[in-house]
């Protein structure tokens, strides 16, 4: 009985800083998919930024739902749609993001590899 009075609010914690996270992550992938134009999407051949945006966006109210009911749970009452919603965000922000930011740039810059020259 003891361990349990121990353990229960270091877990609780842990819980609450993955739920806290995961809703950053996808607030971010939202936020950095409504910057960006529309054609920047179609440019680099990925989905259409509506795609993207009812994605991420629906990954994100996910995330505030589920961050919200349960006392901040990270696996509360939305388990695996917040395992989705995470997943959703990732892929966004590590496939999609990269190439419409680098669409987004335009080719007649002088850049080099590490910035401008």
């Known amino acids: 009985m003891d361990g349990e009075l121990i353990i229960r609010p270091v877990e609780q914690a842990v819980f ?5 996270v995961a809703l950053g992550l996808e607030l971010w992938a ?6 960006h134009r ?4 179609e440019a680099t ?6 795609f993207w945006l009812a994605l991420t966006g629906g990954a994100a109210l996910i995330g505030v739902i589920s961050f919200f ?6 696996f509360g009452t939305l388990g695996l749609f917040g395992l989705a919603a995470v997943v959703a965000a990732s892929v ?3 496939d999609v ?9 335009g080719g007649s810059r ?7 020259w």
């Open 69 to 74: 009911s349960s006392g901040g749970g990270f």
């Open 45 to 50: 051949g990925k989905r259409t930024k509506t």
């Open 16 to 20: 609450f800083i993955l739920a806290l």
């Open 30 to 35: 939202v936020v950095d998919c409504a910057r």
């Open 92 to 94: 966004y922000l590590a």
């Open 110 to 116: 002088n850049t080099g590899p590490y910035g401008p």
């Open 97 to 105: 993001r990269p190439a419409v930011k680098d669409a987004g740039r």
């Open 38 to 41: 529309a054609n920047a999407f």
